[in-house]
């Protein structure tokens, strides 16, 4: 909400008076605002920071809201959901290039699979940008700007991680537990694979992807994603900064599984 935006709250006073007599009164109220490389360790029993354990709640309690309402007719939506756009934050060890921003979502496409938005917004000759190339599968793209997307299966340890260049190149890899890697998922037919395309207007930098379900963990029926989505920004220095959801490690690392959230396994809208 734009700051300075105000709604004025009425409530009802109650005057104990002699006589009995009730008055009303009304007041205003100001509108309150809602408040790779990785670590080389892994600790057991790991937990999220404050930050993510708070976004995580949110996320959650808007998808059982959705669950509470999917036999009726009230559509529902929350974060979990496309129509919001989630603030990426960086590393308190990696800060944002000045006068840099970064928001992201994910939603169901209509043509089947999971589309992932990133918006930066940058001043001119700020960043290193890739540019354009074949829509090949590349590895080491997290080299330099680079979005990213790590997609598990809540309540397992298994996840896959994409990544996508504004050049349009991307790459797909699979882990059976946190930093163990798994043979890279095999993408024989282009029209099978995933898809990213770039668009530039003025300071804005718009990437979508579209990965098909088949790429996707396999999920069974009443089972839920966990999803995390990040970026690697390079300013024109060739400094990078790691942004996220949130970041519940000492030092950047998108495979944390406390930086995922919960996404929903069904598609329940499309953003127009």
């Known amino acids: ?42 600790g057991e029993g790991v937990r ?13 309690e808007g998808s059982e809201q959705i669950r509470r309402t999917r036999s009726g007719r009230a559509e529902k939506r929350s974060n979990c959901e496309a129509k919001h ?16 921003s970064l928001r992201a979502r994910w939603f169901w496409s209509k043509q089947g699979g999971l589309v992932l938005d990133y918006r930066l917004v940058a001043p001119r000759r700020a960043l290193i940008i890739p540019p354009g190339a074949s829509a090949t599968r590349v590895d080491g793209l997290w ?10 299966i809540r309540g397992e340890t298994g996840y896959r991680e994409f990544n996508f260049a504004p050049s349009g190149q991307w790459a797909l890899y699979a882990f059976s537990d946190y930093r163990l890697p798994l043979a890279p998922p095999a993408v024989a037919d282009p029209a099978a694979a995933p898809s990213c395309h770039c668009q530039r207007r003025r300071h804005l930098w718009r990437l979508r992807a579209q990965v098909p ?5 396999e999920i069974t029926a009443g089972r839920d994603w ?17 942004w996220a959801l949130c970041h519940p490690a000492a030092a950047p690392d998108f495979h944390h599984p406390g930086g995922r959230l919960p996404a929903l396994a069904e598609p329940l809208s499309v953003p127009q």
């Open 1 to 42: 909400m734009p700051k300075g935006h105000q709604v004025v709250v009425s409530s009802l006073v109650e005057n104990h008076r002699s006589d009995g007599e009730k008055r009303a009164a009304s007041r205003t109220v100001p509108a309150q605002t809602p408040s790779p490389q990785p670590s080389p360790t892994r």
């Open 48 to 60: 999220a920071s404050a930050p993510c354990a708070t976004k995580a709640l949110q996320v959650r």
């Open 85 to 100: 756009w989630l603030p990426l934050v960086t590393h308190p060890t990696t800060p944002a290039p000045p006068g840099c």
């Open 143 to 152: 080299r330099h700007t680079c979005c990213e997307a790590f997609i598990g």
């Open 213 to 217: 379900t088949a790429l996707l963990p």
């Open 226 to 242: 966990d999803l995390s989505l990040t970026a690697v920004v390079e300013d024109r220095e060739g400094r990078l900064s790691y």
